[in-house]
């Protein structure tokens, strides 16, 4: 009997056994399907974005007139394919010259096969819960509406509009622009931040914040706290955007810019302090963000998402090398060293040593810059010249290089090993990642969308109307009086077909487009580096010197064991923080969009000294369809999680 009664306790047990490992069996494959389920979501985000903005193209089209064939525009703005970056990446990367992979990346990007399906198909919904599925039915409706019944009113006033407003009621989204931004008196996407301050009564009929001049240009814009202090109508979901120097010199270092940003956030009225928060980074304003939400855990708590439009994530390869080549020409090894250089010696000092250092160097694509500086400290230019230089390479405008050094890849490197994990984001948080692309033909036969054809129209070589020479008596200006030559030159010059931000980007990127994986980037971000830390399968050997990860190691700080070194130099990047330390943290990829860095968010960014605006070229970029798709992608992402 004992005998027996043992058997039977066995054979429970190895049954309770059998059971709990068939459990833990079906926890696992529950685990798995779920985590590909998640995967599979993440993916499509990219596909409902470009869909979304592809139907804005046609929407806004439609109001002006030209809804026969959105497109050219569309196929001018959008890059789509609905794989993911790893995989494309990796695709293009099979190619054996420049050329095929240039072929390889507009044969995979850019199918009007593709933008047509975008155009002509209602976004599917099977993806998503109810309550964003109904949202969904909100934008095909609205979308599909005949252009003969469209109303060209204000997005925010319009029942699409209406909707939004009430489902991100609790939203504020804040616009940061990018390095350099406070020297630009326009907004970045100006025409949307217009219509939702008409729709609140801000400023009426213009809706642009108002520039005070002659003032300084500190104080040269209505102060915010009194801009955002109008209660015509209830506050909502609102966007706001910080001009001019109100966060501080944008060309400076990020802990400067965020503690400003920080006391412009808490200076905005009472309403504001209540609600959830979106950050909209343009360039630099994508890192300042995250320096932000990393110093202030108020803040972090209370946002719910980023969004990287081109934001140097991993770094600016145009401003790495030219701090690589003045690294060459000072004899220095490293950004830091080459700071130490600049901070420690006066502006003669620096350009005298870097004169010599200079001539015992090859000469490289920058040296007409350089050349600039050694006349400036040979005299070769007037005095008053001289001076305004030293005026603004002073001690205080140094926070320049070091502005410029935490925009370089290996300082962003160490900055997302050490930051992207939950022991400094201790909240929830997404971070969307799109990206920007050039493709360099655009800057040399541009679409005509009123005539579907191309034509050739350089923007990056102005055109000249001999016609004229012999009628106007041109005034040859000096640095000291003025621009009487300007005046005389917009009389002959047709600025309209010519772009200033192009001109000066490309001159900025020509070595850049080099060095850029496969030639692609928007001039000064590449499209890996404009991917989070999190969505890019490089090793960082793939990126980097031996020795610069060797100094990246060295000074490496974490909160976990630091992998070995010749697992940190060959590893993926996206599997150097382990996934257990990131939980708080989801990285999405909304895809691509064709555009310069400057043309995506700016109608201008740099205009002809003394021309008026009009006579000016602007960036034809379909910006404010471009950020209201921004908008309504995450009003649908925040229904899909609750």
């Known amino acids: 009997m004992r005998h027996t009664g043992q058997v039977l306790i066995t054979c429970c047990l190895l049954i309770i056994l059998s059971l709990e490992s068939l459990a833990s069996s079906e926890s696992q494959i529950r685990l798995k399907f779920l985590k590909k389920k998640e995967e599979r979501k993440k993916k499509a985000w990219k596909k409902v974005f470009s869909q979304i903005f592809a139907k804005n193209i046609k929407r806004e089209l439609s109001i002006n007139g030209k809804e026969r064939d959105p497109l050219p525009l569309t196929y001018q703005s959008l890059y789509y394919n609905p794989e993911d970056f790893p995989t494309l990446f990796s695709k293009i990367g099979e190619s054996e010259s420049t050329i095929q992979a240039f072929e390889s990346r507009e044969r995979l990007l850019s199918k009007p096969k593709r933008f047509r399906y975008l155009l002509r198909h209602s976004i599917p919904s099977f993806k998503f819960n109810r309550g964003a599925r109904n949202l969904i039915k909100s934008y095909n409706r609205y979308y599909k509406r005949d252009s003969n019944q469209i109303n060209p009113q204000n997005f925010f006033e319009n029942p699409l509009g209406q909707r939004l407003m009430h489902e991100l009621k609790d939203t504020l989204f804040i616009v940061l622009s990018g390095f350099g931004s406070h020297l630009i008196d326009e907004a970045p996407f100006q025409s949307v931040l217009q219509e939702i301050n008409r729709y609140y009564g801000r400023n009426l009929p213009n809706g642009s914040r108002p520039i005070y001049y002659p003032l300084p240009a500190e104080n040269r814009f209505q102060p915010h706290e009194l801009f955002y202090n109008v209660d015509q109508k209830q506050i909502k979901m609102d966007i706001v955007y910080p001009m001019g120097s109100e966060w501080g010199d944008t060309l400076g270092p990020h802990a400067m810019n965020a503690e400003k940003l920080n ?12 609600k959830e928060i979106v950050f909209i980074g343009y360039s630099k304003g994508l890192t300042v963000a995250l320096e932000l939400l990393k110093k202030d855990l108020d803040l972090q708590k209370r946002t719910r998402a980023v969004f990287s439009l081109s934001g140097p994530q991993q770094g600016s390869l145009s401003l790495q090398l030219i701090l690589k080549d003045l690294m060459k020409v000072t004899g220095t090894s490293s950004n ?8 420690d010696q006066n502006l003669k000092t620096f350009l005298a040593d870097l004169k010599i250092n200079y001539e015992s160097k090859n000469q490289n694509e920058y040296h007409k810059l350089l050349e600039v500086l050694y006349k400036i400290e040979m005299g070769h230019l007037p005095e008053t010249l001289l001076d305004k230089v030293s005026s603004f390479l002073s001690e205080d405008s140094l926070s320049i290089f070091k502005g410029a050094i935490e925009q370089s890849p290996t300082y962003r490197a160490k900055w997302n090993l050490e930051n992207l994990n939950d022991s400094v984001f201790k909240f929830p948080l997404t971070i969307f990642s799109t990206s920007f692309i050039t493709n360099v033909k655009d800057f040399f036969h541009k679409f005509d969308s009123s ?16 016609d004229l020479f012999k009628k106007v008596n041109i005034e040859w200006s000096s640095y000291d009086f003025g621009n009487d030559l300007v005046k005389n030159i ?8 010519f772009s200033m ?9 020509l070595a850049a487009f080099e060095r850029s994986p496969y030639g692609m980037m928007d001039t000064q971000v590449t499209w890996p580096d404009s991917k989070s830390f999190f969505l890019d399968p490089r090793p960082l050997k793939a990126q980097f010197t031996e020795n610069e990860i060797s100094r990246i190691y060295d000074k490496l700080n974490l909160n976990w064991d630091k992998p070995h070194f010749d697992e940190f130099n060959n590893a993926p990047r996206n599997k150097l923080i382990p996934e257990e330390f990131r939980k708080n943290l989801k990285f999405i990829d909304l895809g691509e969009v064709r555009g310069s860095h400057w043309s995506i968010p700016f109608t201008q960014a740099i205009r002809i000294p003394n021309s008026h605006p009009m006579l000016s070229f602007k960036n034809q970029f379909p910006r404010k369809e471009f950020l209201l798709s921004i908008i309504q992608t995450y009003a649908l992402y925040k229904k899909e999680n609750n």
């Open 263 to 274: 006391k412009w956030i808490s200076s905005l009225p009472e309403i504001y302090k209540e």
């Open 501 to 509: 931000d192009s001109f000066l980007l490309h001159l900025t990127s």
């Open 451 to 466: 005539s579907n054809t191309y034509k050739f129209n350089n923007e990056i070589v102005p055109k000249i109307r001999p």
């Open 336 to 343: 830091e060293d080459l700071y130490k250089l600049l901070t």
């Open 490 to 497: 917009n009389q002959f010059v047709d600025w309209k077909r």
